[in-house]
């Protein structure tokens, strides 16, 4: 085929897709998430009945068990904007635990919007002898293997932010997984384990209850989910993030036109004050990015656990 002809062809593929991105959509979008009452599935109900009244058809929430089977049923849908998913960084995050992955998500996933994020709190026990993050690093040195730390399920956020901690720390602590984050953090009420990364949601009412002190949080900067708590990364660990993001994604190799309606739908969603408002009082704070950020996010997400998963031989087959 000529150049012009190729022209001409790229030009027609172009404008097919921003014509289908004019009448979508025409009928109800699924949207996929993880089990129902976790983050990502109250910010999926709060996004789909955003997105349901912009768009003019409903945005049916679709709720299963568990990120596997959601990323495996949304990376065979048809690309067509009707399929979409929403999950934390597990999504991106889960292959690289897996001896054999059932799927990319760098291949298989067209990036829509970063949504949110929901840092970890580093917990610990009033009984523990430290009230900051270094007097806390001084302690577990002078006492290896003896401290103990309640995680979530392996693989999640909150035990990846430990073994993250263990490593630039330089420490040694014995992991304790559950099978929630719920279940951990009454162990470390309880004294019997002696600090946790949970999540804001889990942590703060315990911290103004007196019941766990709060050493840090794992923001970057400040977040406003934990106020008062300065970061970890600023507490004697430069750099610490540990951070589920949450993302909006549809099939790979959606058209640009329809990924550039649904970030423009959503986006305008999350920083509505009133579904902003609600995401805050889940636990999350709304962000709305462009593709581009969302799939930086991955990348940076992929390096820094990466290195983490690998040493510690983490793996959830």
Same mark, same amino acid.
């Given at each position: 085929?000529? =150049?012009?002809?190729?022209? %001409?062809?790229?030009?027609?593929?172009?404008?097919?897709?921003?014509?289908?991105?004019?009448?979508?959509?025409?009928?109800?979008? =699924?949207?996929?998430?993880?089990?129902?009452?976790?983050?990502?599935?109250?910010?999926?109900?709060?996004?789909?009945?955003?997105?349901? *009244?912009?768009?003019?058809?409903?945005?049916?929430?679709?709720?299963?068990?568990?990120?596997? %089977?959601?990323? $495996?049923? +949304?990376?065979? *849908?048809?690309?067509?904007?009707?399929?979409?998913?929403?999950?934390?960084?597990?999504?991106?995050?889960?292959?690289?635990?897996?001896?054999?992955?059932?799927?990319?998500?760098?291949?298989?996933?067209?990036?829509?919007?970063?949504?949110?994020?929901?840092? &970890?709190?580093?917990?610990?026990?009033?009984?523990?002898?430290?009230?900051?993050? !270094? $007097?806390?690093?001084?302690? +577990? #040195?002078?006492?290896?293997? !003896?401290?103990?730390?309640? /995680?979530?399920?392996?693989?999640? /956020?909150?035990?990846?932010?430990?073994?993250?901690?263990?490593? &630039?720390?330089?420490?040694?602590?014995?992991?304790? *997984?559950?099978?929630?984050?719920?279940?951990?953090?009454?162990?470390?009420?309880?004294?019997?384990? !002696?600090?946790?990364?949970?999540?804001?949601?889990?942590? &703060?009412?315990?911290? #103004?209850?007196?019941?766990?002190?709060?050493?840090?949080?794992?923001?970057?900067?400040?977040?406003?989910?934990?106020?008062?708590?300065?970061?970890?990364?600023?507490?004697?660990?430069?750099?610490?993030?540990?951070?589920?993001?949450?993302?909006?994604?549809?099939?790979?190799?959606?058209? !640009?036109?329809?990924?550039? =309606?649904?970030?423009?739908?959503?986006?305008?969603?999350? /920083?509505?004050?009133?579904?902003?408002? #609600?995401?805050?009082? +889940?636990?999350?704070?709304?962000?709305?990015? /462009?593709?581009?950020?969302? =799939?930086?996010?991955?990348?940076?997400?992929? *390096?820094?656990?990466? #290195?983490?998963?690998?040493?510690?031989?983490?793996?959830?087959?």
């Amino acid at each position: 085929m000529s =150049r012009i002809g190729l022209a %001409i062809l790229s030009l027609a593929v172009i404008c097919a897709g921003a014509a289908s991105a004019q009448n979508y959509p025409t009928r109800p979008i =699924r949207l996929l998430t993880a089990g129902a009452g976790g983050g990502s599935d109250i910010v999926s109900r709060l996004l789909a009945q955003g997105l349901g *009244a912009r768009l003019g058809q409903p945005v049916v929430v679709d709720s299963r068990v568990g990120g596997v %089977i959601i990323a $495996e049923i +949304a990376a065979k *849908a048809a690309p067509d904007g009707y399929t979409l998913v929403i999950y934390s960084s597990g999504l991106w995050l889960i292959p690289l635990m897996q001896e054999r992955p059932t799927y990319d998500a760098t291949r298989d996933f067209s990036p829509i919007a970063l949504v949110g994020s929901s840092p &970890m709190v580093l917990v610990v026990h009033p009984s523990v002898a430290a009230k900051s993050v !270094q $007097e806390l690093i001084a302690l +577990a #040195k002078s006492k290896p293997g !003896q401290l103990s730390s309640a /995680t979530g399920p392996l693989g999640a /956020t909150p035990h990846l932010s430990l073994e993250l901690f263990k490593s &630039m720390a330089g420490v040694d602590i014995l992991t304790v *997984a559950y099978r929630n984050i719920a279940a951990g953090v009454t162990d470390v009420l309880g004294g019997r384990v !002696q600090m946790m990364f949970p999540n804001t949601g889990a942590a &703060m009412p315990q911290i #103004k209850a007196g019941k766990l002190r709060g050493l840090g949080v794992g923001s970057l900067k400040p977040s406003a989910l934990a106020p008062g708590l300065p970061t970890i990364s600023e507490s004697g660990l430069p750099g610490f993030e540990g951070v589920s993001a949450y993302g909006l994604f549809a099939p790979a190799r959606m058209p !640009q036109a329809l990924v550039a =309606r649904l970030n423009a739908e959503a986006v305008a969603v999350l /920083t509505a004050p009133e579904a902003s408002e #609600k995401i805050f009082a +889940a636990g999350v704070e709304p962000i709305g990015s /462009t593709p581009e950020r969302l =799939r930086a996010q991955m990348t940076s997400d992929v *390096a820094k656990f990466g #290195k983490i998963i690998r040493a510690a031989k983490i793996r959830i087959d």
